[in-house]
């Protein structure tokens, strides 16, 4: 018997609609949801290949356990935790909880037990080895939230809907679908923009399949901040400036007018490419057009001064009249009664503000929301000492594809003396664990997207439940967390106390996730509004999911700034210290000619999906892109193998030529690098090519190239050169130039 079950997507923000199809028990196929108010109908490969990740012969069904060998044998999960538990109450008891530590990664995010028992756990253990993908990612736009409007929580999102003018900044959402933005469809959401007379305008070292659509503004890689810098002094001393709005909703704009004054685009061309007359029109036109944002993502938070540049977004922002208003750069909110007395109530009580608690030990780093660097995780492994890493629990995640110097993070792996996953694939940071236990994948659980509540373009609620049983003997990552932490109730206070709720069985994921329907605008605020909505009438009565208003509402900012004043903080000490930082950045170096870009294909989420038959169809191939001047001056053809060198490691990939590169400038995009070792046959075979290159090899986990504000990894705008190690007909594999995309 076939079932239609309405569910969504969890691969990527825009949580797109899907109907999965269930025959006894097994997922059969995954199609995208015409009924689903906001995404109606729309999905993309990755969303729709999915039933090959649920049904994968490759992934992990039972608990595995690594041999002296180096493979692995299926353990009981009894056997396993027993083990697990022991050794790390033994860890526990020697070195303390400061030897025990997280690696949280990004598809964490997308289930709401996950995110909270992983925060709670390590919150509850007070251990300062909390590491995520945030590094690099998003930690700087949280903590440039946090000195701007005293909350790391809360982001700016560009009002699609209704803006005239979008001018995106390293971002690519028609390959990405949108990132801390929720907004399925947002490639007709921005041919809309230009629907109504209006434009799109991308800032990109690459003509990507976005700035192709719309208008290419090319910038040279980490040059954002020089633009930006330039754009506020634009917009101030020309009188552009929105007096009205500054004075309604910031502090400190003549700090930061002073600071900007220097920046004339005249003495920031060079560091950008921007010649100074576009660089005036493009602040004039933020300022006089009535509905303009400005929006920037991963190419603006991963150079050298990501949260100063997530910072200056906002502050152009704001200075152009453009944020906070219909249109422009606005503020989600959850609705819920007496909201920002919540929030305030939550940030004195949870200590997770930036730099809050003792520096990381390696290289002095500050906490963003609890955690540090993952680029010094593998330092904190091996420095002797107090405090330092002896045990690694990693779920959903692969730091060795995905942070700087997987080499070294692997060989420090093997130093541990306990490392377990929870995952459905032994990927290539798993291969060196004790245990991998199996993960359920989403549509085996029950979610509601918490954390991307208040980033969603249309304020929009969906509950699901699972469509199919767990796999195999698969588990949810709360059980073994829950697991873990009876371990250590008698140990740790808030263990303690969890353990008392927990054996009365009211310690759910359910619970928090109904909690947060009932509570936030909709809800039904535990009885006291009528027909309002729970987590189970969203799973009964609306499984297609519920717009709660057409758009968002001006003035929330009043409601998401925790400042006492509710005023934007333009004179953050930070703005200064980070701009004066900026004469420190290194010169040119003649032996490293290139500049290293990252980018993201349509058939690829980071380091996974590469075993999907459906996403390798073509013989996809991992490519360098270069700019046919910059290969013709290393004597480089279509298809030849390279080496590409940087001053921290090398990698060999085979090289496609492209003028849609700003000249001087490779792009190679990350989370490839497979090695055959961790069961994924696919991604190994001559389908996929050689399993692709590491680019990360290629960037430096040394804490001084760490941005120091968030502990942002540095992976763009890295010097690099690149060489020919064989010509196209002699690669070792025939390499096709199909694009990814
Ligand atoms: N298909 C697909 N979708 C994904 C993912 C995926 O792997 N595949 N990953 C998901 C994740 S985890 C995230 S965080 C989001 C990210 O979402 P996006 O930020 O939209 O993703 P990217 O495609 O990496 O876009 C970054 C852009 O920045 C540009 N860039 C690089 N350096 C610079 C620079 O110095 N300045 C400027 N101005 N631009 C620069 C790159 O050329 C690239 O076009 O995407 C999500 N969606
Ligand atoms: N050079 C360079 N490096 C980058 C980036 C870049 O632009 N350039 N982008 C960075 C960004 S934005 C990010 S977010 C990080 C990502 O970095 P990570 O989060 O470290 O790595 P992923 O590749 O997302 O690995 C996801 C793992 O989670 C598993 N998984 C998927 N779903 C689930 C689940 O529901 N439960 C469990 N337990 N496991 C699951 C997958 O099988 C896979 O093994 O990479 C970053 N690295
Ligand atoms: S864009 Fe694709 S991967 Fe992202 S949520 Fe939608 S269907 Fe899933
Ligand atoms: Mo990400």
């Known amino acids: 018997m ?3 079950l309405p569910t969504y997507c969890r691969i990527c923000e825009p949580l797109c609609g899907m109907v999965a199809t269930v025959e006894d028990g097994k997922l059969v196929q995954l199609r995208p949801d015409r009924d689903h108010p906001v995404s109606k109908g729309f999905a993309c490969p990755k969303g729709i290949a999915f039933t090959e990740v649920v049904n994968d012969p490759d992934r992990v069904t039972h608990p595995l356990k690594r041999q002296p060998d180096g493979t692995f044998e299926r353990v009981s999960w009894d056997d396993a935790m027993r083990d697990i538990k022991a050794r790390m109450l033994r860890i526990h008891s020697e070195h303390g909880a400061d030897a025990i530590g997280w690696y949280w990664g990004n598809p964490g995010a997308f289930s709401a037990s996950h995110t909270l028992w992983v925060a709670a756990f390590m919150l509850g253990l007070r251990s300062p080895h909390l590491y995520t993908a945030g590094s690099q990612d998003v930690n700087n ?20 809907h209704r803006a005239d003018l979008v001018v995106i900044v390293g971002a690519n959402p028609l390959v990405s679908h949108g990132s801390v933005l929720t907004a399925p469809r947002i490639k007709e959401e921005l041919h809309g923009v230009v629907d109504r007379g209006g434009r799109v305008v991308v800032v990109d070292p690459r003509r990507t399949e976005t700035a192709r659509a719309f208008a290419w503004q090319p910038i040279r890689p980490d040059g954002d901040v020089f633009m930006l810098l330039s754009l506020l002094h634009v917009l101030f001393e020309d009188g552009l400036a929105d007096d009205a709005a500054i004075a309604a909703q910031a502090r400190g704009a003549e700090q930061l007018r ?49 949260t100063l540049t997530t910072m200056l977004l906002d502050a152009v922002n704001l200075v152009a009249g453009n944020l906070d208003r219909e249109g422009g750069s606005m503020f989600g909110t959850l609705g819920t009664p007496f909201e920002r007395t919540a929030l305030q109530l939550i940030k004195a009580l949870v200590p997770v503000g930036h730099d809050r608690g003792p520096r990381s030990r390696i290289g002095g780093f500050p906490a963003v929301l609890a955690s540090r660097p993952a680029a010094i995780m593998a330092k904190e492994m091996t420095t002797p000492g107090k ?22 993070l692997e060989d420090a792996l093997d130093t541990l003396d306990l490392q377990v996953a929870i995952d459905f694939y032994v990927n290539e940071t798993h291969a060196h664990a004790d245990y991998v236990l199996p993960a359920t994948t989403m549509y085996e659980r029950q979610d509601f997207p918490i954390p991307f509540q208040t980033l969603s373009l249309t304020p929009f609620r969906q509950g699901t439940d699972a469509v199919i049983p767990p796999v195999g003997e698969a588990r949810e990552e709360w059980e073994v967390i829950d697991e873990l932490a009876s371990a250590l109730w008698r140990r740790t206070p808030m263990f303690f106390g969890a353990e008392l709720v927990r054996r009365t069985g009211m310690l759910t ?24 909505l729970t987590f189970a009438r969203l799973l009964r009565d609306l499984p297609h999911g519920q717009v709660i208003a057409p758009h968002l509402r001006a003035g929330a900012l009043r ?16 703005f200064a210290s980070e701009i004066a930082r900026l004469a420190e950045r290194p010169g040119d170096d003649p032996a490293f000619p290139l500049r290293l870009i990252g980018m993201r294909e349509l058939r690829s989420e980071n380091s996974w999906m590469h075993n999907a038959p459906l996403l390798l169809r073509g013989g996809r191939k991992h490519l360098a892109r270069m700019h046919p001047d910059d290969a013709a001056a290393v004597g480089a053809a279509e298809g030849d193998r390279i080496r590409v060198t940087s001053k921290h490691g090398e990698i060999e990939l085979a090289v496609t030529l492209t003028d849609d590169l700003v000249p001087g400038v490779i792009a190679i995009p990350h989370g490839w690098g497979h090695k055959g070792r961790g069961g994924w046959r696919k991604a190994n075979t001559a389908d996929a090519g050689s399993g692709g290159a590491n680019v990360n090899r290629l960037m430096s986990s040394d804490p001084a190239d760490v941005e120091p504000v ?7 705008g890295v010097p690099v050169r690149a060489e020919v190690v064989a010509p196209a007909a002699q690669a070792p594999e025939r390499e096709a130039a199909t694009l990814g995309a």
Do not use: W
């Open 2 to 4: 076939a079932e239609e």
């Open 141 to 160: 736009r949280f903590v440039a939230s946090e000195f701007l409007y005293g909350n790391p929580t809360t982001a700016p999102v560009p009002d699609l």
């Open 258 to 306: 002073e600071l900007a004054r220097p920046f004339t685009p005249e003495s920031t061309a060079e560091r950008t490419g921007i010649a100074p007359d576009t660089l005036r029109e493009l602040a004039r036109a933020l300022a006089t057009t009535e509905r303009a944002a400005m929006y920037g993502r991963i190419g603006t938070s991963l150079g050298r001064s990501g």
């Open 387 to 408: 405090g330092q890493l002896r045990a690694l629990f990693v779920s959903a995640g692969n730091p060795v594809l995905s942070c700087p110097n997987g080499d070294e």
């Open 509 to 532: 994921p359910r619970r928090a996730m109904d909690a947060v329907v009932r509570l936030a605008e909709g809800g039904d605020l535990f009885g006291l509004r009528r027909g309002g």
């Open 559 to 574: 409601t998401v700034n925790l400042h006492g004043d509710r005023k934007v903080r333009l004179d953050a000490p930070q």
């Open 710 to 716: 968030a502990g942002m990894a540095n992976l763009t």
